[in-house]
Structures are given as structure tokens and as C-alpha cells.
DNA sequence: ATATGAAAGTTAAACGTTTTCCTAACTCTG
DNA sequence: CAGAGTTAGGAAAACGTTTAACTTTCATAT
């Protein structure tokens, strides 16, 4: 590989202006400028990142750190903070735990899995990060990384349990209001609601945002109406089934895999779903536009929360205040066959 | 950030020393090893890479560049080097060309997607990785990457064009030919086909599974019943029909998406798959265990082809001659009630 | 003619490591 | 006790940059 040193013997020059002109920093005479410019070519040469930073202290990079690769939307994210570093050009690296594929979904061993985080900040660390992204959905653990106060750390998709680590999210409230809202301009009056799990976030904001739409349509929430799943797809098809005999119009699964169930459920009777029951489900999973009919529901701004963590993470970086808040994106709200009636 | 040096006059010792301790080279006695691994552990010594790598001039570090993160299946991939990586005790970085999302799947330019992987690759020297597995399936941009002689390259989920560079695919042709075997051994003997549009080596290689397989078992290959479709779910749709019309009792598709379609077609008209028909995909998507019935089908094996790209990797930055053919692995065949009927 | 200052370059130190070579002290061996 | 070998440790150079401080040159203003 080619070095600055090389250049200036070639160009005659010292390596001092060879550094100048590379950078365009200082005055050099625009002949010299255009040798040395072309013999760096000619010797094809590219700078030595690990010279560079470790000479100027800094090393415009980001570390991301993703519980998983592939579980989860992380690939989506990932491109948004990819983006945006791009954009300003920023660096990343990106640090992959596999905790899922380690530990299955039980997490059977915490004392690993932050044994885990932390060797991947300290690597990141080393790699002189100005900065990490945390992607992931398990605040016990992000917690654990704000002992390590030196770098900056931003939360994309999970709510850091630590007041200083600015995260990004998005705004499942909303999104359930403008769901359920759907549903309301429709004339639904009875809609049934199949929750995730009770323990989870998730739940408790879908719930709110359904509860406060129907209010603000002046429908009074009957909570006879609502049933709690597992997120599973037969829960949906259990669930469906109390909820028909109850008499709804409509349904909102707090995911769409439950919503597929309910679909699964309504086909076997012969529920012409659309027309006689309208549908929707939450997340724009594969499978919601996959399914006949196609799911109504709510994408999280995937790619945007990744990009909005990069931002937020830049501004920081550039001497900023965090946001106070946590940054909320809204979800986009797809409506399909399951709300519209077959394909026109 | 504590370095090497303050550990050296913390614990009075010189820097080599130091150095020594936290290499384990050299001899040092036990009583100052202990103290300056204690010194270092107060101080929260985390080495910087970057001296590290400039000084030794080796960065252990791969790079990864993939065409888009978010399309094909390169999550899995990248995990899988990741996997190997870490065990390796290698370091990777990513670069992600978000090259659909640019310029869709049209390509419209040619010069400056080149241009795009050349940066990538120009960056990833910067960073003095010591070779590059390329994930994507654009053979004419891998063939621009080989120009750069410098760094070890090897291809994953695509062949390169370039001899020299070694190449980790999954053996289409042997799953074809295993799953055309289910269909044998359930007895059919008119077996309908849908390929991939014909300029895809894929669909080359997946009908001669297909035919092989017939072959081996003493069934004549009919060409009547092969129709060519365009990876689209409507296209299945469209030719099951035919196939149906032409008498088959099962049908391969050359992916899960067009399988979904004969689905489409079996379903609207009350055809019983799994029994009345045996129906096969290929790829495994997410589709495939989520419609109904489940599909049979071939999963190309993602997570190994990146372990073995970055293993590959490895045993040539270790010295060791490539591979002299590609590297070949087998897809899991995946049998579901489209082939076995009803779940039991 | 002299002072001022900008322009064009150079010198050399520094970033945090690793590593080669060196020295001193000790322990054997015969 | 001399020589050899081993152990423990240190001094200093080097990796490829950046950058502060400096020098030289030359145009311009007084």
C-alpha cells in the first residue's frame, strides 16, 4: 500500500504538504497541488484510517450494536443508520450479539447476556467509536451499558430505562388511534380487540390509543369486547371466535400474525372478510400483504428510526444537547383488502 | 482513555512491559504481571486498535459489503460470517450499498453502481481489512471488484465471474432434485413445473434437478408440463390452471411465491393441496409456513453460506490456497402439509 | 529602501502501540 | 569459580498520519 511518504519522494515535496493537499487544508500552490493529487492516483493510494485517527483522536465512527441481525426489523434499521451516516459522512461498524440464536428467546442467562453487551461496547471502545447505537427491545440490558459513561449511546426501538440515553421509538399510541379510527369512519360501533401480552408496552399503548379514538368518536369502550393473546397466530383463531359471538364488526389484533389467525378462523366459516368483519392487524409483517384478503395495519418507521437514532447520534456528537424527549416516530397506516372489501 | 503508558508509571514499569503483560509475550515475573493487570483493570485499559493495527500492520478485521442489507436473505449471511468470525476471534465491518433502494431492482446505472462498490471497497482498505466477501447476486459488479487485486475476495449467494475468486453458493440443482423425489416417492408420475424466468441460472439448475431426479426414477420427463414463470405470484396463479387442466397431481414451483400462487388457484376452486394435489416451492420464505396449507419447500442455507464464506476467508488470510472448485451446500429440505396433507 | 504580510513549503513532534535489541541479575553446570 | 543459559525488564525505533511552529520567498504598502 501506498503512503503519504511515497508520494511527497515521488512528487518532491515534503510529506507535510503531501498531508495538505490530500486534506486541503493550508495554502499549496495549485502545480504542486495537481503533482502531488496525481501521483497519489497513479500509486493508487488511500489513506491509512488507523494513522489518521489515531493522529487526530478521532475516528467519525458510530459503533451499532443489534441483539440480533435477524430477528427483529435490526436489518432495516441498521440501512436507516447506514443512511445517514452515509449522508454526513459518518462511519459505522456494526457489532451483531446473536443473542437469540445464543440464548433462544428465554434469555436464560442474564449474567451472559451483559457479559455480552459489554464485551461489544468494550471492542467498540478499542475501535475508538465516538458513539454506539443500541437496537434491540431489552432495556434490563441497555441499562447495564450506561455504567460505561464515556462514549455517547443512543437507543433505536427500545426505551432506555436510563434517563440520559436518548432514544427513538415509534408512536404505537397514535398509530392504534388511527387504526381503530378506521374502523370507527366505517360506522363499526362493536370492535373487538385482541391484545399482545399484558406485561408488554406494546399492549398498554395499543390499548390506549384504541380506548381514546373510540372516545373521541363518543363510543363507549366495552371491555367485553377485549381479550388478551400471546401475539400467536391461535390465539387470534381461539380469540376470534368469543369475539364473533359477541357480535363485532371488527376486529384490531395488536399484530398481525394474531390478525392472520382470526383470518384463519373467519375463512373456515365462511366470514367474507372486508365485507362482513373488517380486520386489522399492527406491524406490516410479510404475511399481512401475503394473506387473502390482504391486513390493514401499521408499519413502524423502520428505516426512519434508524435514521433518526443517526441524526440524533450526529448532533450529539457535534456538541448538541440530547433531546429531552424521547424521540416518536409515527407509523404509517396501511389499509388492505381487510378493511376496504376485495380488490377493486 | 487509559493507555499504555499511564499503566507503565502507575505501576512503575516501563511501557514494554506493559505491553508484555497485556500481550502475554515475553517473560515477566508474576508478582509485576499481577500488578499491572491490576492497574489496568483500575484504570479501565481498553487497547486502541488503531495504534495496535497500525503498529503490527495487520487489522484482523474482514469486510462485508452487501448489495442491499434489507432485500435477499443478507441478514442471515452476515450473520453467519459474523458467527465465524467471532470465533475466530476476526473482526468485521460491514458496508451496505443499499443498492434496491437507490436504484430499485432496475440498475438503471451501471457505471455509478460500480462506482458505489469501488468506494466501498476503496473505504474498506482504508480500514486495512484484510480481505472482502461480497453478498449479492450481481455477478458483473462482483467481476469490477477483482481490478483491486490487493485484498483477498470471496463471494457469497453468487458466483463470480472471476476464476480467482472462490465463491460460497447453496446446490439448487440437488434440492430440486430431492424435492421432485418427495413427488416420485409419494407416486406421482405427472408432475407439473413452473420455472423462473429462463435467463436465471437458477431456473437452469433447478429444472435439471428436476429432470434428473424423473430420470433416475424411470419417469419420462414431459414438457407439456413445465411452464415458465416470472418468480410472480400471479404467474403461478395463471398456470396452475394449466397444469391442472393438463392432468398433473403435483406441481413444482421454482419458488415459494409462485407455489402461492397455485395455492391461490387450488383454493378458489376447492382443490384440496396436500391430497388432491402435492404442491412444492423453493426458497423457504416466510411465506411458506405461513399460508395455508404449509408449503413444502427447499431452504437455501443462509447462515452456513456466510460461515463458510468467512471460513473460506480465513483459511486464505492463514495462508492456504483457495478452494479450487465453489463451495456448495445443500439446502434443508423442508416437508409441510402441501406435500403431506393435513396437519396430523 | 524598509517593513509587513501572505503564500508556499518544511521540520519535527506526536498519537498509542509493538517489537527488536540490549542489559543486568540470577541460576546452573562441571 | 568461570562460563553458559535463563529470566526480568528497559530503551528506542517504528507504523502512517496530522499539525503546530517555523522558514523562505515574494509582492505590496509606506
Chains 1, 2 share one sequence.
Request: neutral net charge; charged residues 25%.
Amino acid at each position: 500500500m501506498a503512503t503519504i511518504r511515497e508520494i511527497s519522494e515521488k512528487a518532491n515535496v515534503s510529506i507535510a504538504t503531501v498531508s495538505k493537499v490530500l486534506n486541503g487544508k493550508g495554502s499549496v500552490n495549485e502545480k504542486t497541488r495537481q503533482t502531488v493529487l496525481q501521483v497519489a492516483r497513479q500509486l493508487n493510494y488511500r489513506p491509512n484510517l488507523n494513522a489518521r485517527n489515531l493522529k487526530s483522536g478521532q475516528s467519525r465512527t458510530i459503533g451499532i450494536i443489534t441483539e440480533d441481525l435477524t430477528v427483529f426489523n435490526a436489518p432495516e434499521i441498521v440501512d436507516g443508520i447506514a443512511a445517514a451516516c452515509d449522508e454526513a459522512g459518518y462511519h459505522y461498524i456494526l457489532g451483531n450479539l446473536r443473542f437469540y440464536k445464543r440464548y433462544g428467546n428465554g434469555q436464560k442467562d442474564l449474567k451472559e447476556s451483559n457479559a455480552l453487551v459489554h464485551a461489544a461496547v468494550n471492542g467498540m471502545l478499542s475501535k475508538q467509536v465516538d458513539g454506539i447505537i443500541y437496537i434491540g427491545c431489552h432495556s434490563h440490558i441497555v441499562v447495564s451499558l450506561s455504567e460505561h459513561t464515556e462514549p455517547k449511546f443512543v437507543c433505536a426501538y427500545c426505551i432506555s430505562k436510563d434517563e440520559n440515553i436518548p432514544s427513538v421509538i415509534y408512536n404505537d399510541e397514535k398509530a392504534a388511534y388511527d387504526l381503530t379510527e378506521i374502523l370507527l369512519n366505517y360506522g363499526d360501533r362493536r370492535i373487538g380487540m385482541i391484545t399482545g401480552p399484558l406485561d408488554s408496552s406494546h399492549t398498554a399503548n395499543r390499548t390506549r390509543g384504541h380506548q381514546r379514538a373510540l372516545f373521541d368518536h363518543g363510543v363507549p369502550y366495552d371491555p367485553c369486547l377485549t381479550f388478551v393473546g400471546d401475539w400467536e397466530r391461535d390465539s387470534g383463531y381461539a380469540l376470534a371466535e368469543k369475539l364473533i359471538a359477541a357480535g363485532v364488526t371488527a376486529i384490531f389484533a395488536h399484530n398481525d400474525l394474531m390478525a392472520v389467525g382470526v383470518l384463519d378462523y373467519c375463512n373456515e366459516k365462511r366470514i367474507n372478510v372486508g365485507r362482513d368483519l373488517r380486520l386489522i392487524g399492527f406491524d406490516d409483517r410479510e404475511v399481512a400483504s401475503v394473506c387473502r384478503p390482504r391486513l390493514s395495519t401499521a408499519a413502524p418507521p423502520l428505516f426512519e428510526i434508524g435514521q433518526a437514532a443517526a441524526r440524533e447520534m450526529l448532533s450529539i456528537l457535534a456538541g448538541n444537547k440530547a433531546s429531552e424527549q424521547n424521540i416518536m416516530l409515527d407509523c404509517s397506516i396501511i389499509e388492505r383488502e381487510s378493511t376496504l372489501g376485495s380488490k377493486p
